[in-house]
């Protein structure tokens, strides 16, 4: 696998959304313009309405992955399926998601991070709407595959588009609403999941994308990718426009042209040049906090939530999966605050930390309610012990280990490799989520005390990898971060 670079500070490729030439009007051109669009110009487009633009791809994302918990005895009793069967369905839009991951890369380098969110859009909305429609496992399947493509597109390119438009002091923070509007996604499957039945659901699923789709006509192109293309006049009119009409930007230009140039010499990249360390050191570094999200078992966790909690003896168990799905937006949401101050790796090392302590407390829990009679009253208090183990590791996966891999991932991966590395890395995160959704309802079913003492040592392994290979990244910019590794 290969990609071409840019060849001599030349490149034929345009964006495929190439919109919004309205910023880069001059003053004399601007005096027609009308007033509504003068004062888009004068005040213009601020970093965050494209953050929030591009949000709601993470929200379709996190949409994706909450509803098969409030839908999973509705689907079943309505088409007739098994457990395994079910499972199968839960785990396809990881498979989907997979190839999404193979492809993102090279989709976000050939036509912009733009054109990949309006392409990853597509099949989002014909999933949806072949889920809701569906008669029998056949539909159902095909859809989910679909949605799973899209997602994996942009579980790649809203990270990297966040990471590449940032400056150095909101990218933490900014790059954070990443995980934020997963959460977010999540918490509106469980809460509609509620009130609506199951075809309903899907059909609701599918309007972030329909939202998506006209607001990127809105927002400018990642300048880094318009200047890697070679196309100077988009890239710093972009820039220009993130960062302000008023502002001084020729520090910031030269930096990034250096780095281009730096990297536009080569032509291709292959697998054989990730052996060289300012290559293979970033990638293992985005590769490992990826997977480690993942070996977590959270999304097990989320996924089967509703199940989890009637076997620690919670009647009311979906109301008790909206209360978690509210957490982890308020959780998200402090770490989106903390992040640009604390820094990425003191919250990963914390959030981990907290992740091992809660991991073990239920599977402790666990584990004595196979032991215990449930006449005892010490049945109920362990019920209640589970609970807030379970609500603990929300809290402490969404405070650093949710969000940060991702931040981390789109801020230390080279320009010269990020498309290719970056689907490496992102696949990585998918077939680990595939494998851990798969199994998560039959490891259940076998154990819940082991299940759960298998995800506790994946999260003290994590304490490690961060303490001893991640490093730093707060406050300093993309350039410098990837210089550090040469």
Known sequence: MSFREEEDGRDLRKPFLHTGSW??????????????????RDNSVSVLLCVLIVALGPIQFGFTCGYSSPTQSEIINDLGLSLSEFSIFGSLSNVGAMVGAIASGQIAEYIGRKGSLMIASIP??????????????????????????????????????????????????????????VTLGILLAYVLGLFVNWRVLAVLGILPCTI?????????????????????????????????????????????????????KRTTI????????????????????LMLQQLSGI??????????????GISSSDIAT???????????????????????????????????????????????????????????????????????????????????PWVIMSEILPVSIKGLAGSIATLANWLTSWAVTMTANLLLSWSKGGTFAIYTL???????FVTLWVPETKGRTLEEIQRSFR
């Open 322 to 404: 909206v209360g978690l799905g509210v957490i982890q937006v308020i959780a998200t949401g402090v770490t989106t605050w903390l992040v640009d101050k604390a820094g990425r790796r003191l919250l990963l090392i914390v959030s981990s930390s907290g992740m091992t302590l809660s991991l073990l407390l239920v599977s402790v829990a666990f584990y004595l309610k196979d032991v215990i009679s449930e006449d005892s009253r010490f049945y109920s208090i362990l019920g209640i012990l589970s609970l807030v183990g379970l609500v603990a590791l929300v809290i402490t996966f969404s405070l650093g280990v949710g969000a940060i």
């Open 124 to 181: 989002n909305i014909i999933g949806w709407l072949a889920i809701s429609f569906a008669q029998d496992s056949s539909f159902l399947y095909m859809g989910r595959l679909l949605e799973g493509f899209g997602v994996g597109v942009i579980s790649y390119t809203v990270p990297v588009y966040i990471a590449e438009i940032s400056p150095q002091n909101m990218r933490g923070g900014l790059g954070s609403v990443n995980q934020l509007s």
């Open 23 to 40: 910023y880069r009007m001059g003053s004399r051109q601007s005096s027609i313009m009308g007033s509504s669009a003068q004062i888009i």
């Open 212 to 264: 998506l789709i006209p607001g990127l006509f809105f927002i400018p192109e990642s300048p880094r990718w318009l200047a890697k293309m070679g196309m100077t006049e988009d890239f710093e009119a972009s820039l220009q426009v993130l960062r302000g009409f008023d502002t001084d930007i020729s520090v910031e230009v030269t930096e990034i042209k250096r780095s281009v140039a730096s990297t536009g």
């Open 270 to 289: 292959q697998f054989s040049d990730l052996k060289r360390k300012r290559y293979w050191f970033p990638l293992m570094v985005g590769i490992g906090l």
């Open 458 to 464: 994946m999260t003290a392994f994590t304490i490690v």
């Open 299 to 312: 999304n097990g966790v989320l996924f089967y939530s509703s199940n989890i909690f009637e076997a620690a």
